[in-house]
Every structure is written in structure tokens, then in C-alpha cells.
């Protein structure tokens, strides 16, 4: 089992730039891959990024191609996601997700953290 903790949420101005992070503990980091979601007032959870378990490859929602990247380092057992160029469709509430299989699958995602708000102000 992965216990996954995510941080760096917070209130910022549209166009801004935000990097979240997500540690994980518990079994082998690199054994999972990993993902973003997130779910905003009122709405379904939806995929945001993933990566694969040694970082080579990544998928994104068409919503944030071009503007987030997802990222990690399983040397501090640790996904990023920069987000650039941030609008007020993009407030959330950001999960992180670990999963064993293919990456660009979300029903491979069955471990999540608490989640992290991010508020983007117009």
C-alpha cells in the first residue's frame, strides 16, 4: 500500500504559475505510476496528467496540454505538477493517484491522496 500526501495548493491570480507536489510513502515509489486529478464544486473528479513509472512518458488532458507538466523524481519519492498559465476553470480541488499497470489508463489509479485546493481568481 502507498500513502500519498499532496502540498503546494493556494489562491493565485489568472496567468499565474503554481507547482504542486505529491510524496508518497510505503511500498517501492517506482513500482506505480502516477497521475492528477481533480474534481471542482459540483462536478465529477476528472484526469488531469499521469506518468509512467520511470518518467519517460506522460498523457494530459486536452484542458491543460501546453500549460502543465507533470513530473517526478523517485529518488524523494515525489510527482510534481507545474502548472503555467493558470485560468479560473482550473480551481480545484487537486488529487495525486499512484497505480500499477498502464499509465494512461485511469482505472489503473486506486490509491489517492487527501487532495489540495487551488484557487484561481479572474
Known amino acids: 500500500q502507498v500513502q500519498l500526501v499532496e502540498s503546494g495548493g493556494g489562491l493565485v491570480q489568472a496567468g499565474d504559475s503554481l507547482t504542486l507536489s505529491c510524496a508518497a510513502s510505503g511500498r517501492t515509489f517506482s513500482d506505480y505510476a502516477m497521475a492528477w486529478f481533480r474534481q471542482a464544486p459540483g462536478k465529477e473528479r476528472e484526469f488531469v496528467a499521469a506518468?509512467?513509472?520511470?518518467?519517460?512518458?506522460?498523457y494530459y488532458a486536452d484542458s491543460v496540454k501546453g500549460r502543465f507538466t507533470i513530473s517526478r523524481d523517485n529518488a524523494k519519492n515525489t510527482v510534481y505538477l507545474q502548472m503555467t498559465s493558470l485560468k479560473p476553470e482550473d480551481t480545484a480541488v487537486y488529487y495525486c493517484?499512484?497505480?500499477?499497470?498502464?499509465?494512461?489508463?485511469?482505472?489503473?489509479?486506486?490509491?489517492w491522496g487527501q487532495g489540495t485546493q487551488v484557487t484561481v481568481s479572474s
Open positions: 493517484a499512484a497505480g500499477t499497470g498502464s499509465y494512461y489508463r485511469r482505472s489503473v489509479y486506486v490509491h
Open positions: 506518468i509512467n513509472w520511470s518518467g519517460s512518458s506522460t
